[in-house]
C-alpha cells in the first residue's frame, strides 16, 4: 500500500460541496504528485464511471474510482469532510471521501491491495479511526496498515496474499468480533451458500460486496464462499463447492461469468449494491429458497426458474426488454471491429483515395517507399477486420440469449449471412435463431453421462446444423431480398426524404441521450457499417453528429448564462465539452435529469436540426464513434461540423430561452436542492 498513498494524498479538511468538485480536489493532488498526466481527462473518466451507478456507500463513505488511461501509477487519495458530500448512498452524504485511480493497464498485485482496501472500508473501527485521526501522515500509515491496532480490533489491512479473489465465511459457530448490523440469525444447520460479485470496474465494488456477504454470513452461521470476478483475478470456485451448496447470490452489475456452473441452485440475483449495503436479507432469501427446494434453470442465460414459479432477476423483464439486451450484446462486441475496420479504411482512402480499395493484394505488392502500398495494407487491414462483423453481431446476439454454448451456432448463421448476402438483417436473424435453437436444446432432459459433452459436442453440432439448414433453406433467401432493399432505399436517399430521416435520427439520439431509443438509433447507424454504401455512411455521420449536440449545447448554454444554473450544472458543464465532442451524448443527463421539461424538448430540437443538416450536406462516416477526433476522415467535414455548430446552437437558444422564461414564475433553487447526478459516458 506504501506506493499507492502518502500524506501529500490525504486531505483531513476537504472542503468540497459536491462529488465533483471532491474528484477535482483530490485529483489535483494527484497531478501534483505526478500520478495524473491529464486532470480534466482522469475526471472525465471518473465521471463516466460515477454515471454508471453511484459509489457512496452507507456508512459514510464515498470510493468514486476509475481505470484511466492519464494515470501513471495505481494511486488512492483520501479527503474527510465535516459537513459531508452526497455520493448517492441510501443513508446521506459521505464524511469520508476515497479517490481510487488505476492505469488502463494496472497489473493484478496493485489491484489486490486495492480491494483489501475496499474489503476493509467495511469494518467500523477503521473507519472510525479514521474520523477520528489529526494528522495526514498518520492518517496514510493507517490506510496503508502500518499502525499498531489495540487487541481485540478488527485485523490489519490484508496484504495481497491475504485478500485473494475468494473471500469465505466459516459457518462453525466462531464468535465475530463485534456486532455486524442485520446479521442473519443462526440457522438449525450450516446453510452452504456460494456468491459471485461483481462491478462494472471491478476495482471496489466487487470486494466490498465479498467482504459484506462474508461478515453477515460469519454472524449468521452461515458457510459462504465468494467468486469475486473483478480485476484482481477471476479465481473460479471448486466445482465441489458449487455442487454441496444450498443457494447461489449473484450480487453483480456486469454479466457473471460461466453461469452455468450453477444450473439446478436456488439463485438470489441482485446487484452489487444490494450485497454491500443488504447482504443479511439476500442470505435469508436464500434460505428461504433452499428450503422451499427451489431449483434454476440456466438454459437462457438467465436464470428461469424450473418450478414455473416467478423467474430469476432480469427474467422478469418484458420479453422486449430482453430481446432489446440480446440485440445490443450482440451490437456491443461488433463495434470494436467496427471502430478498427471503418478507422483503418477511411485512413487508407485519405492517404490512397477510393481507388486504394481495388489494389493488388499486399502479400504479393508492397513497396516499403510507397504511400500507395500502405494506403492498400491499411485498407485491407480493415476489410479484413469488417469481414467479421455478421459472424460476431451473430455469435454474440446467441451468446447473449443462451452463454457459450451458443457461441458456434451463433458464428456460423453469421457466416453464412454473408455467404447468401443477407448481411446486416441477416446476422440479427442467424443470432436470434441460434440462441433460440440452444435454449431448446438445453431444456431437454439427458442422461447425467451425457451432461459433461452437451455444451462443448452436441449442442454446438446439432444447432449449428439447425441453424445452417434455416438460413440456406429457409429463410436466407426472403432475408437478403429484404436487406437489398434496405440498401437500396438507403442509397436512394435525396433531398426531403434524406432530411426526414435524419430528423428523426436526431430526435431518436436526444430523447433519452444513451436510453433505448438512442441505443436504437445506434445500433442501425452501426449496422448498416457491416455492408457499408453511401446511404449507411451518411446514416452513421447523421446519428454521431446529433449525438453529440445535447452535451455541447448544456456545456454552451452554462458558459453563456451560468446564473440559470446551479453550482454543480455549471461544474457538469465544464466537463460536458469534453464529453460532446468525443460523441458521449449521456454527459446532458444531469441537466435533463434536472430539468426535464426544458432541457429535452431543446436538446431535441438541435438533434433534429443536426441530423437534418447533415443528411442534406451528403456528409459521411465510416467509424461508429469519435466525435470531433474522426472530423478529418468525415465526407464533407466542414459542412459537418456547421450541422453540428447548428444544431448546438438551437438547442442553447432554446433551453436559455426556456429557463429564462421560467425564472419569471419560479424562484431559482438553490444549488443544494439540485439533483447531484454526475455526468454520464
Same mark, same amino acid.
Given at each position: 500500500?506504501?506506493?499507492? *498513498?502518502?500524506?501529500?494524498?490525504?486531505?483531513?479538511?476537504?472542503?468540497?460541496?459536491?462529488?465533483?468538485?471532491?474528484?477535482?480536489?483530490?485529483?489535483?493532488?494527484?497531478?501534483?504528485?505526478?500520478?495524473?498526466?491529464?486532470?480534466?481527462?482522469?475526471?472525465?473518466?471518473?465521471?463516466?464511471?460515477?454515471?454508471?451507478?453511484?459509489?457512496?456507500?452507507?456508512? #459514510?463513505?464515498?470510493?468514486?474510482?476509475?481505470?484511466?488511461?492519464?494515470?501513471?501509477?495505481?494511486?488512492?487519495?483520501?479527503?474527510?469532510?465535516?459537513?459531508?458530500?452526497?455520493?448517492?448512498?441510501?443513508?446521506?452524504?459521505?464524511? &469520508?471521501?476515497? &479517490?481510487?485511480?488505476?492505469?488502463?493497464?494496472?497489473?493484478?498485485? !496493485?489491484?489486490?491491495?486495492?480491494?483489501?482496501?475496499?474489503?476493509? &472500508?467495511?469494518?467500523?473501527?477503521?473507519?472510525?479511526?479514521?474520523?477520528?485521526?489529526?494528522?495526514?501522515?498518520?492518517?496514510?500509515?493507517?490506510?496503508?496498515?502500518?499502525?499498531?491496532?489495540?487487541?481485540?480490533?478488527?485485523?490489519?489491512?490484508?496484504?495481497?496474499? +491475504?485478500?485473494?479473489?475468494?473471500?469465505?465465511?466459516?459457518?462453525?459457530?466462531? @464468535?465475530?468480533?463485534?456486532?455486524? @448490523?442485520?446479521?442473519?440469525?443462526?440457522?438449525?444447520?450450516?446453510?452452504?451458500?456460494?456468491?459471485?460479485?461483481?462491478?462494472?470496474?471491478?476495482?471496489? !465494488?466487487?470486494?466490498?460486496?465479498?467482504?459484506?456477504?462474508?461478515?453477515?454470513?460469519?454472524?449468521?452461521?452461515?458457510?459462504?464462499?465468494?467468486?469475486?470476478?473483478?480485476?484482481?483475478? $477471476?479465481?473460479?470456485?471448486? @466445482?465441489?463447492? *458449487?455442487?454441496?451448496?444450498?443457494?447461489?447470490?449473484?450480487? !453483480?452489475?456486469?454479466?457473471?461469468?460461466?453461469?452455468?456452473?450453477?444450473?439446478?441452485?436456488?439463485?438470489?440475483?441482485?446487484? /452489487?449494491?444490494?450485497?454491500?449495503?443488504?447482504?443479511?436479507?439476500?442470505?435469508?432469501?436464500?434460505?428461504?429458497?433452499?428450503?422451499?427446494?427451489?431449483?434454476?434453470?440456466?438454459?437462457?442465460?438467465?436464470?428461469?426458474?424450473?418450478?414455473?414459479?416467478?423467474?430469476?432477476?432480469?427474467?422478469?423483464?418484458?420479453?422486449?426488454?430482453?430481446?432489446?439486451?440480446?440485440?445490443?450484446?450482440?451490437?456491443?462486441?461488433?463495434?470494436?471491429?467496427?471502430?478498427?475496420?471503418?478507422?483503418?479504411?477511411?485512413?487508407?482512402?485519405?492517404?490512397?483515395?477510393?481507388? *486504394?480499395?481495388?489494389?493488388?493484394?499486399?502479400?504479393?505488392?508492397?513497396?516499403?517507399? %510507397?504511400?500507395?502500398?500502405?494506403?492498400?495494407?491499411?485498407?485491407?487491414?480493415?476489410?479484413?477486420?469488417? +469481414?467479421?462483423?455478421?459472424? /460476431?453481431?451473430?455469435?454474440?446476439?446467441?451468446?447473449?440469449?443462451?452463454?457459450?454454448?451458443?457461441?458456434?451456432?451463433?458464428?456460423?448463421?453469421?457466416? *453464412?449471412?454473408?455467404?447468401?448476402?443477407?448481411?446486416?438483417?441477416?446476422?440479427?436473424?442467424?443470432?436470434?435463431?441460434?440462441?433460440?435453437?440452444?435454449?431448446?436444446?438445453?431444456?431437454?432432459?439427458?442422461?447425467?453421462?451425457?451432461?459433461?459433452?452437451?455444451?462443448?459436442?452436441?449442442?454446438?453440432?446439432?444447432?449449428?446444423?439447425?441453424?445452417?439448414?434455416?438460413? $440456406?433453406?429457409?429463410?436466407?433467401?426472403?432475408?437478403?431480398?429484404?436487406?437489398?432493399?434496405?440498401?437500396?432505399?438507403?442509397?436512394?436517399?435525396?433531398?426531403?426524404?434524406?432530411?426526414?430521416?435524419?430528423?428523426?435520427?436526431?430526435?431518436?439520439?436526444? $430523447?433519452?441521450?444513451?436510453?433505448?431509443?438512442?441505443?436504437?438509433?445506434?445500433?442501425?447507424?452501426?449496422?448498416?457499417?457491416?455492408?457499408?454504401?453511401?446511404?449507411?455512411?451518411?446514416?452513421?455521420?447523421?446519428?454521431?453528429?446529433?449525438?453529440?449536440?445535447?452535451?455541447?449545447?448544456?456545456?454552451?448554454?452554462?458558459?453563456?448564462?451560468?446564473?440559470? $444554473?446551479?453550482?454543480?450544472?455549471? %461544474?457538469?458543464?465544464?466537463?460536458?465539452?469534453?464529453? #460532446?465532442?468525443?460523441?458521449?451524448?449521456?454527459?446532458?443527463?444531469?441537466?435533463?435529469?434536472?430539468?426535464?421539461?426544458?432541457?429535452?424538448?431543446?436538446?431535441?430540437?438541435?438533434? +433534429?436540426?443536426?441530423?437534418?443538416?447533415?443528411?442534406?450536406?451528403?456528409?459521411?462516416?465510416?467509424?461508429? !464513434?469519435?466525435?470531433?477526433?474522426?472530423? @478529418?476522415?468525415?465526407?464533407?467535414?466542414?459542412?459537418?461540423?456547421?450541422?453540428?455548430?447548428?444544431?448546438?446552437?438551437?438547442?442553447?437558444?432554446?433551453?436559455?430561452?426556456?429557463?429564462?422564461?421560467?425564472?419569471?414564475?419560479?424562484?431559482?433553487?438553490?444549488?443544494?436542492?439540485?439533483?447531484?447526478?454526475?455526468?454520464?459516458?
Amino acid at each position: 500500500m506504501s506506493e499507492l *498513498i502518502t500524506a501529500a494524498l490525504v486531505d483531513l479538511d476537504l472542503s468540497a460541496e459536491t462529488k465533483q468538485d471532491a474528484a477535482r480536489s483530490l485529483a489535483e493532488r494527484m497531478v501534483a504528485e505526478g500520478r495524473v498526466t491529464d486532470l480534466d481527462g482522469f475526471l472525465a473518466d471518473v465521471a463516466a464511471r460515477e454515471a454508471q451507478m453511484p459509489t457512496g456507500l452507507d456508512g #459514510g463513505i464515498g470510493i468514486p474510482h476509475c481505470r484511466s488511461e492519464h494515470v501513471t501509477a495505481p494511486t488512492l487519495a483520501f479527503g474527510r469532510s465535516g459537513p459531508g458530500i452526497d455520493f448517492g448512498a441510501a443513508d446521506g452524504p459521505a464524511d &469520508l471521501v476515497f &479517490l481510487i485511480a488505476a492505469p488502463a493497464g494496472a497489473d493484478d498485485d !496493485h489491484l489486490t491491495i486495492l480491494s483489501a482496501l475496499a474489503r476493509r &472500508l467495511m469494518d467500523p473501527e477503521f473507519t472510525e479511526a479514521l474520523r477520528a485521526e489529526r494528522d495526514s501522515g498518520a492518517a496514510a500509515a493507517l490506510i496503508r496498515g502500518e499502525e499498531a491496532e489495540p487487541a481485540g480490533s478488527a485485523p490489519k489491512a490484508p496484504t495481497p496474499e +491475504a485478500s485473494a479473489p475468494q473471500a469465505s465465511a466459516a459457518g462453525d459457530g466462531t @464468535p465475530v468480533d463485534g456486532p455486524v @448490523p442485520g446479521s442473519v440469525a443462526p440457522a438449525t444447520g450450516p446453510l452452504r451458500i456460494v456468491a459471485v460479485t461483481s462491478c462494472p470496474t471491478g476495482i471496489a !465494488h466487487t470486494y466490498m460486496a465479498a467482504e459484506s456477504l462474508a461478515a453477515a454470513a460469519r454472524a449468521g452461521g452461515v458457510v459462504l464462499d465468494v467468486e469475486t470476478q473483478g480485476s484482481a483475478g $477471476f479465481e473460479r470456485l471448486d @466445482p465441489a463447492l *458449487i455442487a454441496a451448496a444450498d443457494a447461489v447470490i449473484w450480487a !453483480h452489475d456486469v454479466e457473471v461469468r460461466e453461469k452455468s456452473r450453477f444450473d439446478g441452485k436456488p439463485i438470489v440475483d441482485t446487484g /452489487v449494491k444490494a450485497g454491500i449495503n443488504r447482504p443479511a436479507e439476500l442470505i435469508a432469501e436464500a434460505r428461504q429458497k433452499a428450503e422451499r427446494g427451489e431449483t434454476t434453470v440456466l438454459a437462457t442465460g438467465a436464470a428461469a426458474r424450473q418450478d414455473g414459479g416467478a423467474t430469476a432477476g432480469g427474467d422478469h423483464a418484458h420479453f422486449g426488454v430482453r430481446l432489446r439486451t440480446y440485440l445490443m450484446s450482440g451490437v456491443s462486441y461488433m463495434v470494436p471491429f467496427v471502430a478498427a475496420g471503418g478507422l483503418l479504411i477511411a485512413l487508407s482512402f485519405a492517404i490512397g483515395g477510393y481507388e *486504394i480499395a481495388g489494389a493488388k493484394s499486399v502479400a504479393d505488392h508492397f513497396v516499403w517507399g %510507397e504511400a500507395a502500398s500502405w494506403a492498400a495494407l491499411l485498407n485491407q487491414i480493415g476489410t479484413a477486420a469488417f +469481414a467479421f462483423l455478421v459472424p /460476431v453481431l451473430a455469435g454474440y446476439i446467441a451468446y447473449g440469449m443462451a452463454d457459450r454454448p451458443a457461441l458456434v451456432p451463433g458464428f456460423v448463421g453469421g457466416a *453464412i449471412a454473408l455467404t447468401i448476402d443477407a448481411g446486416f438483417l441477416g446476422g440479427l436473424v442467424a443470432g436470434l435463431l441460434a440462441g433460440a435453437v440452444v435454449m431448446a436444446i438445453q431444456r431437454v432432459k439427458v442422461h447425467p453421462t451425457l451432461r459433461g459433452i452437451m455444451p462443448v459436442l452436441v449442442i454446438p453440432l446439432i444447432a449449428s446444423a439447425v441453424v445452417g439448414f434455416l438460413m $440456406f433453406i429457409v429463410v436466407g433467401k426472403p432475408i437478403a431480398s429484404l436487406q437489398r432493399a434496405l440498401t437500396d432505399g438507403l442509397n436512394g436517399l435525396s433531398g426531403s426524404n434524406a432530411i426526414i430521416l435524419g430528423i428523426v435520427l436526431g430526435l431518436m439520439m436526444c $430523447f433519452d441521450m444513451g436510453g433505448p431509443l438512442n441505443k436504437v438509433a445506434y445500433a442501425f447507424a452501426v449496422g448498416g457499417l457491416a455492408d457499408p454504401t453511401p446511404g449507411s455512411l451518411k446514416v452513421m455521420a447523421a446519428v454521431m453528429a446529433a449525438g453529440m449536440v445535447p452535451p455541447l449545447a448544456m456545456a454552451l448554454a452554462t458558459t453563456v448564462r451560468g446564473r440559470l $444554473f446551479s453550482r454543480t450544472e455549471r %461544474e457538469n458543464g465544464r466537463a460536458a465539452w469534453v464529453l #460532446g465532442a468525443s460523441f458521449i451524448s449521456e454527459g446532458a443527463i444531469p441537466f435533463a435529469a434536472a430539468d426535464p421539461l426544458r432541457v429535452i424538448p431543446s436538446v431535441m430540437a438541435g438533434g +433534429a436540426v443536426t441530423g437534418a443538416l447533415s443528411m442534406a450536406f451528403d456528409c459521411t462516416l465510416r467509424a461508429p !464513434h469519435g466525435g470531433i477526433f474522426v472530423v @478529418p476522415l468525415i465526407g464533407n467535414p466542414f459542412l459537418y461540423l456547421l450541422a453540428i455548430a447548428a444544431g448546438t446552437t438551437v438547442a442553447t437558444t432554446l433551453v436559455v430561452l426556456l429557463k429564462s422564461l421560467g425564472r419569471n414564475t419560479e424562484a431559482p433553487a438553490p444549488a443544494a436542492e439540485t439533483p447531484k447526478i454526475s455526468v454520464a459516458a
